[in-house]
């Protein structure tokens, strides 16, 4: 992601070669995502067409031009892949790569293109023509009313490390107050605004305080390296118009790329590809020194580059330097659910510190949870199978829960046959049951049928009850 460095080499890019131009035209893509803030694309190029750039400015990750003339300026923010172009010029890479070129235009993926024509007092004399390109469409644009700083998003930014950074007494009051990491503390926008992944990283590895480090533990002296270094990498990084070939040798953005375990198998690998130094896997140009080997600790032997999760971004360290604090634990991730509760994850190292730098509100949240989840269709047919009625489980046995008749056949298999199961003998003690009732009720008619004598000369007898109960039988 562009961070604080790269935002101020595209202000610079705006403020140096477009300065005094004005806007004659403006190629606005419709895209519902970038455009925010209650703007649409047609009403972006429709306010700032026709008026004249007279400056640019930046806090944070955010920034802006300022135009003339009536009217709100056009606020920009590059999320993980915006850029700034130039026709004619590459692009304000973070980490160049080869499909970024100066000759395509317009270029690819670009959500407005302003063309610009030269004024009197303006920078140049020949027009120009300025492009927003974002691919993954993270970044944002928006129109704000002057003055920016006192509208949001940039209202509710901290302190800008290259702007107006705060002495050590303010610093230490603000950072004291704080809870969680000290990565995560300094990558919040509210506390340091343009401070992200990979600037985290490197202010914490020069100032040799580990990334999970509770902000309570930290020493006087870990917050006058901290507060020293938050502006001093931003300022390094600055001052090479950000770009990473040419950033110090011993910083730890340069060796982080490969993501290995330690240099060690980087260079064993290095020594497989004929000396040949690995790209990243995001296909970013290789920004390691030419002149080394390996990133070296303080007695020359190669570092040990460890990567780990803290507040839910990959981070670097070397950890023979970066040390926690004696008696200090790193406290181990917690599930909390939720979507992905159920989902695979990568092995996660014991010693990563957990996503939140908060407290836990309840001891209960110690332990891990595991969500129900509700049977699938598959698995309520094999309950079933097996005779297992998965919704009435904490009830008591009913009529419906009896064995199936092929499970009744397979247990009187197991016990010798249908003579020897137990419900064969309950059967033949009621069939003879009913068969000695049946012997009486027919000795019974026939004894009634004796006693009835046959009458002559009747085409219909008459009706007795014994009659009528013979019928009864016979029915």
């Known amino acids: 992601m562009p961070e604080l460095p790269e935002v101020e080499r595209a202000r610079k890019l705006i403020e140096d070669s477009c300065k005094g131009y004005k806007i004659a035209s403006v190629d606005a893509q419709e895209d519902s995502i970038i455009f925010t803030g209650g703007t649409d694309h047609n009403e972006f190029a ?12 930046r806090k944070g990750k955010t920034f802006w031009m300022t135009l003339s003339g009536e009217g709100r300026y056009p606020v920009m923010h590059f999320g993980m892949t915006g850029m700034i172009q130039l026709k004619g010029q590459e692009p304000t890479w973070y980490r160049r790569r080869p499909k970024e070129s100066a000759d395509v235009w317009p270029p690819r993926f670009y959500k407005f293109v302003l063309k610009l024509e030269p004024q009197e007092g303006s920078i140049a004399d020949e027009p120009r023509e300025l492009a927003f390109i974002d691919g993954r469409r993270l970044g944002r644009l928006r129109l704000v009313s002057d003055p920016v700083s006192s509208h949001p998003p940039v209202s509710e930014l901290g302190f800008d ?9 303010e610093f230490t009051k603000l950072l004291v107050n704080k809870k969680g990491t000290v990565k995560g503390v300094i990558m919040d926008q509210a506390f340091s605004a343009g401070v992200g992944n990979w600037v985290a990283d490197e202010v914490l590895y020069q100032a040799r305080i580990h990334p999970s480090c509770p902000i309570p533990a930290l020493s006087e002296q870990n917050i006058r390296d901290l507060h020293h270094q938050l502006r001093a990498v931003p300022l390094t990084a600055i001052s090479v118009n950000a770009d990473s070939k040419l950033f110090p040798s011993d910083w730890l953005f340069r060796w982080r790329w490969s993501k290995g375990t330690t240099q060690k198998k980087q260079m064993e690998k290095d020594k497989k590809s004929k000396g040949k130094k690995v790209v990243d896997g995001e296909g970013g140009e ?10 070296e600790l303080p007695d020359g032997s190669p570092a040990t580059i460890k990567f780990i999760e803290v507040g839910g971004r990959t981070t670097a360290l070397v950890e023979e330097l970066q040390k926690m604090p004696e008696g200090v634990e790193i406290k181990p991730k917690i599930s909390k659910g939720g979507k992905r509760a159920g989902a695979k994850r990568k092995k996660v190292a014991k010693e990563e510190e957990s996503d939140e730098g908060s407290e836990l509100s309840d001891q209960s949240d110690l332990e891990e949870q595991k969500p129900k989840r509700p049977l699938t269709a598959r698995q309520k047919a094999a309950a079933e199978k097996k005779g297992i009625n998965s919704n009435l489980a904490s009830q008591t046995k009913t009529e419906d829960n009896k064995p199936s008749a092929a499970k009744r056949r397979a247990i009187g298999a197991r016990t010798g046959g249908s003579k020897n199961h137990p419900d064969s003998e309950v059967k033949k003690e009621k069939g003879s049951t009913e068969c000695r009732k049946s012997k009486k009720q027919v000795e019974a008619v026939g004894e009634k049928l004796a006693k009835i004598k046959p009458q002559k000369g009747r085409k219909k007898a008459a009706s007795t009850p014994e009659s009528s109960e013979l019928s009864d039988l016979v029915e």
Request: hydrophobic share 30%.
């Open 161 to 169: 490390p290259i702007l107006n950074h705060p002495t050590l007494e």
């Open 46 to 57: 429709k306010e700032i067409a026709g008026r004249s750039i007279t400056g640019c400015e």
């Open 286 to 295: 290789d920004v390691e020194p030419e002149d080394k080997e390996f990133l």
